[in-house]
């Protein structure tokens, strides 16, 4: 394998890039529908924020071309 690396160091990097995307995707995948499943009940139990404010609470500030 370390001569297979050190011949095709290119090729290498890759195919170890596309194994370590296959091994942690199962993981980043579940953590995002488990954050969606969470955010969405926070929605329904606490109600979407007021008006000058996103999902997170966050204030926007509209921008003055559309005023």
Request: no cysteine; proline share 6%; charged share 20%.
């Amino acid at each position: 394998m370390w001569k297979f690396a050190s011949d095709n160091a290119v090729l290498f990097f890759f195919i170890f890039w596309i194994a370590a995307w296959a091994v942690t995707s199962p993981f980043r995948y579940a953590f995002h529908a488990y954050n969606r499943t969470l955010r969405s009940r926070n929605i329904a139990a606490h109600g979407w924020p007021v008006a000058p404010m996103d999902a997170d609470g966050d204030v926007i500030y509209p921008d003055k071309d559309e005023e």
